[in-house]
């Protein structure tokens, strides 16, 4: 285990793109691929945020460590920077609650760049691995809505020949 000033993807994963199977043709990664890239567990405290030349950023403090599951190695630090995917999920509860208990599987699926066609990028997926009900806005308020009881299909009478 290494304990690190931050927990990043990069610091994690590095780049991204080598994650994914190459195309032997066109030397890029192939097209709609999903790897999952590593998982990550904690206790977030509070949020971070500031700006950099690269616009505004946001992080949370506590206690975290990352698992990187195409290598195994293993990460600690008191500073986690999560794909948007992820800290949209996580920045609601923790800013309501305090201290929120989360884990995440962090994945990429390869996509073309809108821009140019000829370019692979990705997109960051998230998994949820704990049950975050108690966190979770969208849990409670479906908790509160009475069960709609739909209708079975009817079932399909066999046609007379």
Known sequence: MQIVKKLSAKTIIGNVLTAFTVDEKTKQPVIGELVALFAVVGIANTIKTGTSTYGDWQSFKGTFEATNLLTGEVFRAGELFLPEVAENMLTGPVT??????????????????????????????????????????????????????????????????
Not at 104 to 109: K, L
Not at 123 to 133: A, G, I, N, R, V
Request: glycine share 4%; with cysteine.
């Open 96 to 161: 309501q609650h305090g201290e929120v208990k989360f884990g995440f599987e962090i994945g990429a699926r390869s996509v073309k760049d809108r821009a140019n066609d000829q370019v692979v990028k990705y997109e960051f997926t998230c998994k949820p691995l704990l049950d975050t009900s108690e966190n979770d806005p969208i849990a409670a308020l479906k908790a509160e809505l009475p069960v709609l009881q739909l209708a079975a299909p009817a079932e399909k009478k066999a046609a007379k020949k």
